[in-house]
């Protein structure tokens, strides 16, 4: 009877360990490397969009300084195309961020930082182009001193945003590296675990079959 | 009856010396965590804060000698800005005990005090001194309560404390000819009550230039604050358990094992006696 009670306490904690060793590395999958993974694509497309931005912000430069009206007005809508592109990928960042509803989150943070200094870029940019817009109705186009202050202030905002993803990215490969040491931890105790409950497992055999030999030999 | 008094004797033995062993702090300890920091730059000319921005951060606790029981652990905290531009740095050398966790004066690089991070054992509104590698001041780390992270029961700690980081910073902060660097600090600390283990901690600091001749605060430096990853949070949890276990298994089921198991093998030997004294009478 006391031999069956064991064996069924032990072969119940190999079940559990067994089980909880699952649960546990199904949560850091779903919860951790899995929207890791989706938030490194987004912000590396918002990424490409920045760079995509700042050759745009130069090409105007470049086309004031050359008098270019033509190809001038086709890159002012390119660049405003591109900036609201970039405005819907970090809406989706956003969305798929929010949903977990905790704030302090470094994901989370990243994502308002983000948006805080996105959101001071392009208003610096919606005043450049106004001012490019503006100096469009000149005779012949050239560099304001208004415009070539604009784009030094906007380069300014545009080198934070640049340093916001780097750090986001950074941080997630962080995260990647830390998520599979705890992966390690957690399959490291399971193991211990098991080689724990074996050695209980045989010590309560050599017990029982000692035991019984006493017992014959009464 | 002589291995019920030999199991009787090995009991304190167990208790004061092989358990204690088998929890004291590993020489191959360490502790790596992700800290999430942010950092707030004063803006002079706008008299104005500049705005949050995230910074790169490393910290780690390492053994790196052990001196018959005293540990000497490296304690690295670096930030860098996004431009690489190092914004605090520090390496200290704690000397710990590695069976009660407290600091050990003479053997770091200074002498300290309190633990590193907490004493094992924690009772419930116990405080304790705790020392804090950005800060190297003592932390008279107030309970706030009891709350649970992950499923792991941890004790809330908080305090407000001030220290002067002059000798710190002044690598960093240029000129420093006649001026210091104090803080005002805001500290909290999550603590898993049976190992003493640090589960996370948030700081939220402002450093302000003084003048040095005569103490009058200038204007503010940096408003900053660290938090540590939720990532790492959880691998701090998922040690804390399993230090947990092996803290109960060792401490109350062995050790209760071997008092049961001696005072059986003893009552069953007296009991022997007695019957076999009482059959010759």
């Known amino acids: 009877m006391v031999v069956v009670i064991f064996f069924s306490l032990i072969i119940s904690a190999l079940i559990y360990n067994s089980l909880s060793l699952h649960q546990k590395l199904q949560k850091v999958r779903t919860e951790i490397s899995n929207p890791t993974f989706e938030q490194n694509i987004l912000i590396t497309r918002i990424r490409f969009l920045c760079t995509s931005i700042e050759n745009s912000h130069y090409k105007i430069l470049a086309y004031m300084t050359q008098d270019r009206k033509d190809l001038l007005e086709s890159e002012i809508e390119s660049l405003k195309e591109l900036t609201v592109v970039r405005l819907q990928e970090l809406e989706k960042l956003k969305s798929i961020i929010e949903p977990k509803k905790e704030k302090e989150t470094a994901p989370y943070l990243f994502t308002t930082i983000l948006e805080t200094k ?101 | ?67 018959a029981g005293i540990l000497l652990i490296t304690s690295r905290f670096t930030v860098q ?47 304790f001194t705790y020392w804090h590698v950005n800060y190297d001041n003592p932390a008279n780390m107030e309970y706030r309560g009891e709350e649970a992270i992950a499923g792991l029961t941890v004790y809330k700690y908080e305090t407000n404390y001030h220290a002067d980081q002059t000798f710190d910073l002044e690598q960093v902060v240029s000129p420093l000819s006649d001026r210091g660097v104090n803080v005002d600090i805001n500290l909290q600390l999550w603590v898993e009550p049976v190992t003493g283990r640090k589960i996370k901690y948030e700081d939220h600091t402002t450093a302000y ?47 209760d094992l071997i008092a049961i198991v001696a005072i059986l093998l003893l009552s069953y030997q007296l009991f022997n006696r007695k019957q076999k004294s009482e059959q010759r009478r």
């Open chain 1, 118 to 218: 996105i959101t001071a870029l392009d208003l610096k940019q919606a005043e450049f182009i106004r001012e490019v817009e503006r100096t469009q109705n000149d005779k012949k186009i050239k560099m304001t001193d208004a415009t070539t202050k604009l784009s030094e202030e906007w380069n300014e905002l545009h080198r934070e945003v640049i340093a916001t993803e780097s750090f986001f990215l950074l941080h997630n490969q962080k995260e990647t590296l830390e998520s599979r040491e705890l992966t390690d931890i957690i399959n490291q105790h399971s193991l211990e675990n098991l080689y724990f409950l074996l050695i209980g497992w045989l010590l309560v055999v050599v017990v029982m079959f000692k035991v019984n030999q006493n017992n014959e030999k009464k």
């Open chain 2, 1 to 67: 009856m002589l291995l019920g008094f030999t199991l009787l004797l090995f009991l304190p033995i167990w208790f004061w010396y092989i358990s204690p062993e088998l929890t004291k702090i590993p020489d191959d300890f360490e502790y790596k965590v992700l800290v999430f920091s942010r950092d707030n730059f004063y803006d002079v000319d706008k008299t104005e804060f500049s705005g949050e921005f995230v910074s790169n951060t490393e910290h780690f606790y390492r053994v790196v000698e052990n001196h």
């Open chain 2, 81 to 127: 800005q996004y431009d690489g531009k190092e914004i605090f740095s520090v390496e200290r050398t704690y000397a710990v005990d590695s069976k009660t966790r407290k600091h050990v004066p003479g053997y770091g690089d200074r002498d300290r005090e309190g633990y590193l991070f907490a004493p094992p054992g924690l009772k419930k509104g116990q405080n």
């Open chain 2, 209 to 255: 230039f003084y003048n040095l001749t005569t103490g009058e605060r200038l204007h503010p430096w940096n408003r900053f604050q660290n938090n540590v990853d939720e990532i790492s949070v959880l691998k701090q949890v998922e040690i804390a358990k399993h230090e947990k276990l092996k803290r109960f298994f060792l401490e109350r089921i062995i050790t």
